[in-house]
């Protein structure tokens, strides 16, 4: 099993920055990639960014790219999410996720965590 604890988020004006964080324990082998989702009421869960553990290839949804930087630190077996120029609509509660190296979904998953961004 792997547990994954979020933190950092809150509220921030637009343009400004928040980041956060991702600490994974337990089985964290197994996990190939970190991503990062983002939720409001009412909607499904959508991407927000990936990253794997072993190159540090990230990716990036059109919505965010240019904006938020994804990047990891494997020896505290930690992702960060860094958010620049936010905006009203990035407000929503962020999700880290883990998937494994056979796996094609995201298998394990934070608490979540909320960025509200004021206009």
């Known amino acids: 099993q792997v547990q994954l604890v979020e933190s950092g988020g809150g509220l921030a004006q637009a343009g400004g920055s928040l980041s956060l964080s991702c600490a994974a324990s337990g089985d964290t082998h197994c996990i190939s990639t970190m991503g990062w989702y983002r939720q409001t009421p009412g909607k499904e869960r959508d991407f927000v960014s990936s990253i794997t553990w072993s190159g540090g290839t990230t990716a990036y949804a059109d919505s965010v790219k240019g904006r938020f930087a994804n990047s990891r630190d494997n020896a505290k077996n930690t992702v960060y999410l860094q958010m620049n120029s936010l905006k009203p609509e990035d407000t929503a509660v962020y999700y880290c996720?883990?998937?494994?190296?056979?796996?094609?979904?995201?298998?394990?998953w934070g608490q979540g965590t909320q960025v509200t961004v004021s206009s």
């Open positions: 996720a883990g998937r494994s190296t056979l796996s094609r979904q995201y298998e394990y």
